[in-house]
């Protein structure tokens, strides 16, 4: 197995053997003509490698994603994306260094990398229970290292940068038992302080972030223009699951699905891996993903339900009333079959083989093989969550989905006193995974007056710091306003103030929920809403207000996340974020503090869940099911999804924010909810998610090749320019002005600034579109705006400057007189921001001048005198 990996990681250390000497020229000459307008040195564009590549048949763009190095060693994250179009160099996200020679501190390491792996061992808390060695050291700087049953430790000598400094480290990935982790980690090779680190394991934190039906027994095929029809000649199951597009059990029925495996990107079906007829596998296992159950967690396979010789995978779910071990089949069922389908459709939208894709057999076509996805049911090491794992191209991807615990909002509150406000107000458990305590059973309560925490501070009683009414709390329940501290924080302090139990005023009317974990907890705790909360406390300032807590006999006791097909799809999306964002190879390219992860992967589920009779104003909530809410319920997110701005009110300022990635995500998704729905406003909805060519079919494709035209660790403004970009390339730019005014709406306008993407507390929001309201009619003219393109001095002499904002590539530019007929032409222009042109060879007079690239063509009025 040992062997296996470093043979993997080898391919992807080296992919490129094969490419051409001319290609990687054609690269270094535009290098060679653009550094000094990047600010740039010789020295620091001229030593560099090829780490991944990827194309786009809609864009017809080919990306090379190239790292910076000084002396043969890598710059971590100095990720560079390189377009090509025609064996030409049309633009450069630019992430080179500059003046690397003046920062770095050494070439040469003082603790070796051993030592350098024990002080990331240390520092992440990982156990030194075993020796370390050595396995192999393929490349110079390059090492694999043992690390028991487990893959190898992958090790390397880089440069990271730390404020305008580049200090020599080593950088290690370090996957741990269990799946929970696997590390990217830089060690400072000089003196051994830990420098950065992330975490690959991106854990949806479903809980940190907010805040049944019957089955039918029919046949649900898909030989109807709403789902993809059957390929006739691969051997097909059948499926009794929760369709794509219905979100959950909540949301619709149940059914058996036969044939649904797509002829393109599954040409062989769910349950190959030969590339032969005929299946290898009759339980959840094939090409795309292995699905099996997880429940006592231990990190290795557990049970698959096998179809048999037919394929048919049909188990019975009775409902979250039940133990989770009785349906397992039924749910690693659904699992395996959402996998599948999130694979088959975003294959037609360039999530392909070459691009890094997950499969076990890419059957041929580019890419790694073996690095299908790893997906556990009914995973037994936490609640309330969902988490995927994204290593580079080669290495499975994993997912690991949980059982949720939280409890439907239920009347747990009582009033006694005073009689004028008596009566029932409803409330939600917690959801504490160590330290929940039971609140008595009804008719058994807990009965006691009602305090306010008071922490010093006036109108605040979030109890971040310890009680100053400690006497008045004991023994009484403390009422806590939702503040910055955790919950479990906030508890702790009441019971430290004597409190026998605590309710937790929510800052908002939805998205109820208190989690975390503390074994020291002995209390039980609730949260009400914002409105029964804050009423209650307005009449605790006149009356002693008594209540009675108890909880009423429920049947419930799991809901199961591989029944909510928007959680599947959004961990999945992660998959497909990080591997488009800096290429295949690269995944460490979406661990900015302003990234959108999250917000690409709601996104995703999102996208999945339209139907016809769907309306850009209906609110969209993500995780109803998993969270006990009502299907039209607000979710797991601050607000739902909505083109409403009186239900979703965010814009670009909400990025400023703490809340990392989630709150940032949120924001992001919202924007590309409202310009998926401007999508299908102007060309109208396809049921066929596959291969339609409606709006939502069009914006799909629009922002997947986005994902693969941003730089490494993307800011919002480059995002959107990436989308913007992306339009321009497949379409010529005939959505330019809607997709301005969609960002625009929400803050991202044209002076919109993200500031430093790795900070995620200086945006600041504009509203202004470049060409605004009814005069938006640019067409294919995407540089039509006089601010972003520029010809001065005009009227001239001749010599004028063409100035492009944000634009590297090659023009062609064409003078044309008043009757239309060609004066000059100049062909492959190397551009860069700006260039001088002379036409002083043309008579005076007035005439057009004509610039035009793959992305750009327009026309400029100019004067010679």
């Known amino acids: 197995m040992?062997?296996?990996?470093?043979?993997?990681?080898?391919?992807?250390?080296?992919?490129?053997?094969?490419?051409?000497?001319?290609?990687?020229?054609?690269?270094?000459?535009?290098?060679?003509?653009?550094?000094?307008?990047?600010?740039?040195?010789?020295?620091?564009?001229?030593?560099?490698?090829?780490?991944?590549?990827?194309?786009?048949?809609?864009?017809k763009i080919y990306n090379y994603y190239i790292v910076q190095r000084y002396q043969g060693i890598e710059i971590f994250h100095a990720v560079s994306n390189v377009w090509m179009k025609n064996n030409q160099v049309v633009n450069v996200t630019n992430r080179f260094i500059d003046n690397v020679n003046q920062k770095v501190n050494t070439i040469s390491p003082s603790i070796t990398v051993l030592e350098g792996l024990f002080k990331a061992k240390a520092a992440l808390d990982i156990p030194n229970e075993e020796s370390n060695t050595i396995i192999n050291n393929p490349e110079s700087h390059i090492y694999f290292i043992s690390n028991g049953a487990l893959q190898p430790i992958k090790a390397k000598l880089v440069y990271q940068k730390i404020k305008n400094t580049l200090r020599l480290a080593w950088d290690?990935?370090?996957?741990?038992?269990?799946?929970?982790?696997?590390?990217?980690?830089?060690?400072?090779?000089?003196?051994?302080?830990?420098?950065?680190?992330?975490?690959?394991?991106?854990?949806?934190?479903?809980?940190?972030?907010?805040?049944?039906?019957?089955?039918?027994?029919?046949?649900?095929?898909?030989?109807?223009?709403?789902?993809?029809?059957?390929?006739?000649?691969?051997?097909?199951?059948?499926?009794?699951?929760?369709?794509?597009?219905?979100?959950?059990?909540?949301?619709?029925?149940?059914?058996?699905?036969?044939?649904?495996s797509d002829i393109v990107a599954s040409p062989f079906g769910w349950h190959d891996t030969d590339g032969n007829v005929g299946n290898e596998y009759t339980i959840t296992r094939g090409n795309n993903v292995y699905a099996y159950e997880d429940i006592n967690d231990l990190d290795l396979p557990g049970l698959s339900p096998d179809g048999g010789a037919n394929l048919v995978f049909d188990f019975p779910y009775p409902g979250n009333n039940f133990p989770a071990s009785d349906y397992t089949n039924a749910a690693t069922t659904n699992l395996f079959y959402m996998n599948n389908v999130v694979h088959d459709i975003f294959y037609h939208y360039g999530f392909d083989e070459q691009n890094g894709n997950f499969q076990a057999n890419n059957y041929g076509l580019g890419g790694n093989d073996n690095d299908f996805v790893i997906a556990e049911a009914q995973d037994g090491s936490r609640l309330n969550n969902a988490n995927f794992l994204t290593p580079p191209d080669g290495e499975s991807g994993y997912m690991q989905m949980y059982l949720w615990n939280r409890k439907p909002e239920e009347n747990l509150i009582k009033v006694n006193s005073p009689s004028s406000i008596s009566g029932d107000y409803s409330a939600i458990d917690n959801s504490f995974v160590d330290g929940h305590v039971d609140l008595p059973i009804h008719p058994l309560n807990l009965t006691a007056n009602l305090v306010l925490y008071d922490d010093g501070e006036v109108n605040n009683a979030e109890a971040c710091v310890p009680a100053i009414n400690a006497s008045s709390l004991n023994g009484n329940i403390a009422v806590i306003r939702r503040g910055t501290c955790t919950s479990i924080e906030k508890v702790l302090n009441a019971q430290d103030a004597g409190a026998i139990a605590v309710i937790v005023v929510n800052n908002l009317d939805n998205n109820l929920y208190i989690s975390g974990s503390d074994d020291t907890i002995t209390i039980p705790a609730i949260c009400v809403n914002q409105s029964t909360g804050e009423f209650l406390i307005n009449q605790m300032a006149t009356n002693t207000v008594e209540v009675s807590l108890s909880m009423p006999p429920s049947g419930f006791i799991n809901a199961d996340g591989d029944f909510d097909n928007v959680v599947i799809a959004h961990e999945y999306g992660h998959g497909i974020s990080t591997r488009l964002t800096g290429g295949r190879f690269n995944t460490d390219c979406l661990d900015n503090d302003e990234q959108m992860g999250e917000g690409w992967s709601d996104w995703f589920g999102l996208m999945l869940q339209m139907k016809p009779g769907d309306f850009d104003t209906q609110p969209k909530g993500i995780g109803t099911f998993v969270s006990n809410q009502p299907t039209d319920g607000g979710g797991i997110r601050r607000y739902p999804y909505s083109t409403d701005m009186t239900i979703n009110p965010f814009t670009f300022a909400d990025t400023n924010t703490a809340i990392l990635p989630h709150g940032i995500g949120s924001v992001w998704a919202t924007m590309l909810w409202d310009l998926s729905w401007a999508y299908i406003n102007k060309y109208g909805f396809n049921s066929n998610i596959y291969t339609g060519n409606g709006g939502n079919n069009k914006v799909l494709q629009v922002i997947v090749d986005a994902l693969k035209l941003q730089p490494c660790n993307p800011s919002f403004v480059e995002a959107r320019d990436a989308i913007i970009a992306a339009d321009q390339a497949i379409t010529g730019g005939q959505d330019y002005c809607m997709i301005w005014e969609v960002f625009a709406r929400r803050g991202l306008g044209y002076y919109a600034s993200s500031g430093d993407g790795f900070s995620s507390v200086d945006q600041s929001e504009d509203f202004t579109v470049p060409d605004p309201g009814p005069?938006?009619?640019?067409?294919?003219?995407?540089f039509h705006d006089n601010e972003l393109i520029k010809v001065y001095p005009n009227p001239s002499n001749g010599k004028i400057t063409i100035s492009i904002s944000h634009f590297s590539g090659n023009i062609d530019i064409e003078v044309v007189d008043i009757n239309g007929r060609i004066i000059s032409s100049i062909k492959k222009i190397e551009f860069n921001l700006s260039e001088d042109i002379d036409l002083g060879g043309i008579q005076s007079g007035v005439y057009i001048l004509r610039i035009k690239s793959d992305v750009i063509n327009i026309s400029k009025k100019i004067i010679l005198n």
Not at 31 to 59: A, R
Not at 212 to 233: S, W, Y
Not at 775 to 782: A, E, P, Q, V
């Open 775 to 782: 005069n938006c009619t640019l067409g294919i003219d995407y």
């Open 2 to 59: 040992n062997k296996l990996y470093y043979l993997l990681w080898f391919t992807a250390l080296s992919p490129f053997l094969g490419f051409s000497q001319t290609g990687h020229e054609t690269i270094q000459e535009f290098l060679n003509s653009n550094y000094s307008k990047w600010n740039l040195t010789q020295q620091d564009v001229s030593d560099w490698i090829i780490e991944s590549e990827g194309n786009s048949k809609s864009t």
């Open 172 to 260: 290690f990935k370090i996957p741990e038992a269990n799946h929970n982790h696997y590390w990217s980690v830089r060690i400072d090779a000089v003196n051994g302080q830990l420098l950065d680190k992330k975490d690959w394991v991106v854990r949806c934190n479903f809980d940190h972030d907010a805040f049944q039906k019957n089955d039918k027994d029919f046949c649900f095929n898909f030989n109807d223009k709403i789902l993809k029809p059957l390929a006739v000649d691969v051997p097909s199951g059948s499926y009794r699951v929760i369709p794509y597009n219905i979100e959950s059990p909540n949301h619709g029925s149940r059914a058996l699905i036969s044939g649904p």
